[in-house]
């Protein structure tokens, strides 16, 4: 019958192409692209720690660790201030030695780190260490300073690296412009574990704001051995690549547009930065509040970092006419240069505000004022009572707030 035969030779719709298959459901995508950028960070972590393991991936020793309390500051002057050994000053050779007593295998032990700040980064830093090999002997190596910090030196290869080390040292040959603040040191297994954890406390370190961009907070410590905006953007081309060799080998796993999923995983990834991002911001709201919670306009001005500057110029302002007059502000720092302009408003300021130069003393009147807050470049002389500036620049001027670090002067 025909109905019959038209029966038999019918096959169902979803066959009716050799090879179709039903599409994967968007649920199946999310955790399809999950698994792809997770598998990513894995893959790009694991690559990292083949490169950065000095030895073994699980080593026996634990990390050593010694406190400010523990340090001897053996040349230099300075002193154990709460949890940190403050180097003031160094000696008149020009070098600070800070040592401690140590017995450890250096086998198990390829890296040490000193945790410092506001080193020079142009100081000439040595890690100095005895063993029991040679006694007599002094070993030293080179230490990187990156942001003020000491970077952790790495030994596995050093040759005099070797027995137990029975003392280690830090040697900082610089002028001290600002003291050196020193918590302690710790030698390193440079173990997988050890490594991934150091990546994962520089990663959430609290970056607190700076009064720059929000576009320059890149995610967690000064400096990083392995930042996380890379390691995403790399565990996202993985990913990627991975998506497209398995769009090749099972494409019935896959959806038929791979456009959307790929930019899905760029997205998620943004988003892995994004989060770090927002609990920094968490952070930052509780110590705002620590910092201005409850306080008057006027005790958050002075609680601000430029509290020091707001004090002057609120003095400044009691001393100067209510009437706006001519203001000439200059400072070392750009920044103090702004916001004296901005807090000294409404009177007519002028500040250069790139260079910090002053214009030619011919272009200040008698009647004008000069604020000078830490500005090396001018300076007054009581004999004459006059201001100078660039060598030959000089107007006569007279004292009327004198502070520490800033003064105020009325040109005559």
Request: aromatic content about 8%; charged content about 20%.
């Amino acid at each position: 019958m025909p109905l019959g035969n038209e029966g038999a030779g019918t096959l169902p719709a979803a066959a009716t192409e050799a090879g179709a298959v039903a599409a994967p459901s968007p649920g199946r995508c999310a955790r399809l692209g999950g698994l792809l950028l997770a598998t990513g960070f894995l893959l790009c972590l694991l690559g990292y720690l083949a490169v950065a393991v000095p030895a073994r991936w699980f080593p026996e020793a634990s990390a050593r660790v010694w406190g400010a309390a523990e340090l001897t500051l053996a040349r230099g002057s300075g002193q154990v201030s709460g949890d940190e050994l403050v180097v003031t000053a160094a000696d008149p050779s020009g070098i600070a030695i800070v040592s401690v007593s140590s017995s450890l295998r250096a086998a198990d032990f390829p890296a040490v780190a000193w945790l410092a700040a506001d080193v020079a980064d142009d100081a000439e830093v040595r890690l100095v260490w005895r063993t029991d090999v040679h006694p007599q002997r002094l070993n030293s190596a080179a230490i990187t300073v990156t942001a003020g910090q000491p970077m952790p030196t790495m030994l596995a290869t050093d040759q005099a690296w070797v027995g137990r080390v029975t003392g280690l040292a830090l040697t900082i040959r610089a002028p001290l412009d600002k003291p050196v603040r020193i918590r302690g040191l710790v030698a390193k297994p440079m173990g997988a574990v050890e490594i991934l954890r150091d990546r994962a406390r520089e990663w959430l370190a609290f970056e607190a704001w700076t009064g720059s961009s929000i576009n320059t907070v890149v995610g967690g410590a000064d400096s990083q051995d392995l930042p996380l905006p890379p390691l995403a953007a790399a565990a996202c081309a993985v990913a990627c690549a991975l998506l497209l060799a398995l769009r090749r080998r099972r494409p019935g796993l896959t959806p038929a547009a791979t456009g959307g999923l790929v930019l899905a995983l760029f997205a998620a990834a943004w988003l892995v930065l994004d989060a770090r991002w927002a609990w920094n911001l968490v952070r930052q709201e509780q110590a705002t509040v620590g910092t201005y919670g409850g306080l008057t306009p006027t005790e958050k001005h002075l609680a601000a970092e430029d509290g020091a500057l707001y004090a002057f110029v609120e003095q400044a302002r009691r001393v100067m006419p209510d009437t706006p007059v001519r203001v000439f502000v200059v400072a070392d720092a750009a920044y103090f240069r702004g916001r004296a302009a901005y807090h000294l408003y409404p009177h007519r300021v002028y500040t250069d505000r790139i260079d910090g130069t002053m214009p030619p003393a011919g272009a200040l009147r008698p009647g004008d004022w000069l604020a000078n807050f830490d500005a090396r470049s001018i300076a007054y002389d009581a004999v004459s009572g006059s201001l100078r500036w660039n060598g030959d620049q000089a107007v006569a001027a007279e004292p009327r707030l004198v502070v520490p670090g800033a003064a105020l002067f009325l040109i005559r």
